[in-house]
């Protein structure tokens, strides 16, 4: 499972957090609550940063996409 942050790229300009199983999956997706899953040149939960500044304790926001993130990859992962 990998976590990080992106400064930004082609298929999102602004920063973003970002957690993605190894090997990626395949088949339908568990819905997450926070974050959104994308498929532009790899498969993996991805939170924006505008969704992070907008929060109202940004803090909690980020450790709850990244949280929540882990187990879905870590469920998935399990089979």
């Given at each position: 499972?990998?976590?990080?942050?992106?400064?930004?790229?082609?298929?999102?300009?602004?920063?973003?957090?970002?957690?993605?199983?190894?090997?990626?999956?395949?088949?339908?997706?568990?819905?997450?609550?926070?974050?959104?899953?994308?498929?532009?040149?790899?498969?993996?939960?991805?939170?924006?940063?505008?969704?992070?500044?907008?929060?109202?304790?940004?803090?909690?926001?980020s450790?709850?996409?990244?949280?929540?993130?882990?187990?879905?990859?870590?469920?998935?992962?399990?089979?």
């Amino acid at each position: 499972i990998g976590i990080g942050l992106s400064p930004g790229d082609d298929a999102y300009p602004e920063p973003y957090w970002y957690v993605n199983p190894s090997p990626a999956p395949d088949g339908d997706l568990p819905e997450p609550e926070s974050g959104q899953w994308t498929d532009k040149g790899w498969t993996g939960l991805v939170l924006e940063a505008g969704k992070v500044i907008d929060a109202a304790d940004q803090e909690a926001a980020s450790r709850e996409f990244v949280g929540e993130s882990v187990n879905l990859c870590r469920g998935i992962l399990a089979g």
